[in-house]
Each structure stands twice: as structure tokens, then as C-alpha cells.
């Protein structure tokens, strides 16, 4: 049976496992979510997921939702890949980047993504909060400080090995340009980021995403 990624793929936190799956040759079905057809309060969806929110992976009668976990999930899939390191205090070191990520990184990163990018595209709004925006610029910068310099002298986020810790934290700015994220000064952060977006699987995964924009914007 294949893994089924429930997801609406244009959101960040939906690109994150889709790219992950596809980088590491892990073979699943994407179940496309539509948020104007109010597809995660469905009660199907619902009982796979009680948040009512996405992404969700199920394998077979095995369920993971939170997408720094079905990341893990998946590089178990392939343990060889070097995505989760086996050893105990690198893989904690990766996972403690995937906390940050949830903490810090995510949400901030988010407001711009949902003020710039999902407002107009999805719900029609062309209206931002400035307010929001505004208030998100402070922690927007101390959370990227914190990141250009753990990059300083590393190809990836905890070493020279790329790590599901790179596409947690990476993902948050699949639609950078476009959701208006200052990356401005960050130039570790740009560096990486560009080496992220130079992947296949990274590649394949955007291209993907192209009919569910296209749908959006009819
Ligand atoms: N921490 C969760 C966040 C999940 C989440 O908030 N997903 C949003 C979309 S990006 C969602 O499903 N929102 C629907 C809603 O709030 O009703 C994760 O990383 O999986």
C-alpha cells in the first residue's frame, strides 16, 4: 500500500513533506485538499486528522499529522539517506532545529506567507494586515539572526549533510519572493536557500504546484 499525503501542496508546510517524499524516492499518493471546498472540516478528513488542519500522512492503518513529524516519518522509510541521522546526539541536534522550526521559524514566517500569498490567492483578499506585518518584522529578524549565523561555515543547518531539518526550516520559504519575507541582509540564509531550491526534488515539487495556482486564480 502506498503512503497517502494529504495536503492543500500549495502551503509551505504541505511543500515540506511533499518535497521530502520526493527527494528521498519515497513513493505516495497526494490527496488534494481544497480549502475553498472546506475539505479539512469534512468529517472523512476529520477522523484522520481532529486539528482539521493539514498536512496529514496515512500508511495504511498508521497515522502522523504535524509535518516536522510525518519529515521524520519518512526519512525512516529510507534510513540510509542521511535525512535522520542515526546517531543520537546528530539526530537530536536535527530535531531540535525541527522544534525551533515550530517554535519560532514557522509562525513568523507564516504571516507573511498567509498575509501576501494565501490572503489573495485563496480567500481573494488584496488587502495585508499591516498591523500583522509590522509586528512580525521584530521576530522575524531576531529568528533570522539566529539562523545566518548557525549557517556560517556549514553547507546545510547542522553540518554538511543535507537533513529533514533543512526542508522543515527551508519550506517555511518555498514562496519567499512572492509572500514578501525580508531576506534582505541574510546572506547565509539566501546561500542555502538557493542550494535548496537547486534540488530535483525541489523543482519537481514547485512544478507540481502549478495547476493548484492556476485553479486559484481562475
Ligand atoms: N503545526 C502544524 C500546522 C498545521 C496548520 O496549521 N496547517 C494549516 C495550513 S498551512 C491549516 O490546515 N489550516 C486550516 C485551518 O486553520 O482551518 C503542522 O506543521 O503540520
Known sequence: MTIEIFAFSLSPRAFKTLVTASHLGVDYTLRELNPRAGDFQKPDYAAINPNMRMPTLKDGDYIVWEANAILQYLALQKPDSGLLPKAERARLDVTRWQFWDLAHWDPVCGV???????????????????????????????????????????????????????????????????????????????????SLQALPAWQKTLAAQQPVVAALQK
Open 112 to 194: 507573511y506567507t498567509f498575509e501576501n500569498v494565501a490572503k489573495p490567492l485563496v480567500m481573494g483578499i488584496n488587502d495585508p494586515d499591516t498591523a500583522a506585518l509590522a509586528e512580525a518584522e521584530e521576530k522575524f529578524n531576531r529568528s533570522a539572526k539566529v539562523l545566518d549565523d548557525q549557517l556560517k561555515g556549514k553547507k546545510f543547518v547542522t553540518g554538511d549533510s543535507l537533513t529533514v531539518a533543512d526542508f522543515s526550516l527551508g519550506c517555511a520559504l518555498v514562496h519567499a519572493e512572492m509572500a514578501k519575507i525580508p531576506l534582505g541582509s541574510y546572506l547565509e540564509i539566501k546561500r542555502w536557500l538557493a
